[in-house]
């Protein structure tokens, strides 16, 4: 087994990050990426980055990986102890070591939310409950201490255990934000790796702020049939992913994405995918896992009707991009408009697909336009807000900014509120694009605003919901929650919500900030919400939909799907669209969550999906734009 290492470099550095890989063997290497954060010693990074050099080219005998790790833990300890560094501190860094062994593949972290496994045009997080031949496990400390006394640098550390099965070559992607996915599955997809030797690329890009790496593994000797392995037996066959694997010992070493179980090596248990609901006023209970398409049924849930039942989902048109369509779409007049990553925004025909206009940007567009009046509003990569004529395509105004925009504008008002990079929110004037306001945060700003009773809603990625004053951008409130905020609001009938990297959806009051209730997942969410008929729409990246009751925050039902959910879900005539990062457009029913058909788009999906009277409009990361028909008998007619 051999590896190879792809680095990406920022265009413009602006950190000290430490990246190091030693192939001391074909048996063995280790591969670390520290990247520097604010508030941490950059001494400490340094230290630490020498220590885990220095003691793992001193081990001759790479008998017991779990020994070096925990050793390496206890170095890194003693020195943030040195240096004053805090658990808490640490937890904020982000710290990642990857011991490759004869038998598996170890990730000693300080944080799993920047691990990534890329697979076939897939890339799924480290931390998705459900992969084969992936266990989680913790570095010998006892639990019970480590879960009431947590004070010790060494049990901030999750840990990885990855196991030999023959199935395709995968990369490991380290340090990487899920802004930042699409650019590195663009190169890895255009072939920089090769699968026949060990090399070390560089790339750089200017749609990354920090250096990531990525570690391929291959087989280097021979290449095994499936059928022939002795005591091999095959994983069955999930749907989303389809695919078989089969297990053997440790003459391969590779990553699998597919599957089902996770378990604990350390102990051997079964690691829960908690889903929990309360409330501001009462805790609740646990909320049992159903099945993946199970209904969870609460109060009056009413039955699908007959046009619901024959809906099915068939390809109308689709065009195909150089880059990846991350940007949403709107409906104008006939047309569909969009952002693509290759410098455009489109206006196509909703019927043939043909080409109404195009309007080319300094840069890439990830954001998602707004309609406003007969403008369409949008912003690109390099800070660049415009309004175009939504007929023409042509030019009214371009605003440049001083960061980097994915954030997707509102528009209340006549003025247009956008995030950036640089931590401000910006207000601007919809006629002509001068800035009204502005209000600085704590951290970047990456998820899309909304607007309602005289405010616009921010999510910053300081952790902090950020309610201001629509006229003078003054801060009316502003909400902690348990982490980043890295995806969009939703707010109406006085309630604001959204998702944090925590795994809970919160519910704020519009007026005051306070909290009415809050919803936990399995996993980080990331997805903008739906509000629609008392209820609310979303995604996580524990490849669930779910759907809660808007007043208390009470589960009506979840929906598994194959992959993360980061789009925005979509309800149309009694119906819920939205895409996965398994490439799938669901279409599910709004009051049960019954899965009435998919269709497979050819790659992840990002695009939050928009329908039409009689078709659903999506890109997705591999270029596409597709029309979706959702009522066969039109084309049939």
Known sequence: MIYKELTFQPEVERNRDLAYSEYASRERSI??????????PARFLLDSYREIVSQYLSVTNLSSPERLLESLAVSVEGIGERLGVAAAEFQETRFYVVLRTPGAIYLM??????????????????????????SQGRLGSDEIQNELFSQRLRDAFKVYKLDPIPFGTRDIILGCGEEEVSTVVEVLEE????????HRDTVTSRFITRKLLVLRFLESTETHDTAELVGARTWPQREGWGRRLAWIGTSVVVLAVVGVWAVDFMNGDDLPNPVSRETAVTPQSVVDEPESNRVVEHGNAVAPSQALAEVRLSEGWKESYSKGVTSSPVLYSDWVVFGCRDGSVYALDQETGGLVWRYQTGSGVGASPA???????????????FA?????GKSRWNRKLPGRIVSSPSISGGKIVVGCYDGYAYCLNAVNGTIAWKHKTGGRIRGGTSAADGKFFVPSYDGYLYALDASTGDVAWRHRVGGKIAGATAAKGGTVVVGGVDGVIYALSTEDGSLRWKY???????????????RVFVGSNDRYVYCLNLADGDLKWRFQTGGLVLARPRVHEGRVYVGSYDGKLYCLEADTGKVVDRFDTGGPIF??????????YLGNNK???ICVDHNTKRRAS
């Open 109 to 134: 972290l300080s944080r799993d939310d920047g691990v990534f496994v890329h697979a076939g045009g897939e890339v799924v997080p480290i931390s998705t409950p459900g992969l084969p031949g992936v």
């Open 623 to 625: 270029g596409t734009f």
């Open 520 to 534: 936990k997942t399995g996993a980080p969410v990331k997805s903008a919400p739906t509000i629609r008929s008392g």
């Open 31 to 40: 591969h670390v990426l520290l990247q520097e954060q604010p508030g941490v």
């Open 388 to 392: 175009l004529s939504a007929t023409t």
């Open 371 to 385: 309609i406003h009046g007969e403008s369409v509003i949008g912003a690109d990569y390099e800070g660049n807000v």
């Open 191 to 198: 072939g920089v790796l090769l699968d026949d030797v060990v």
């Open 607 to 616: 695009s939050s999906p928009v329908a039409g009277k009689n078709s659903v």
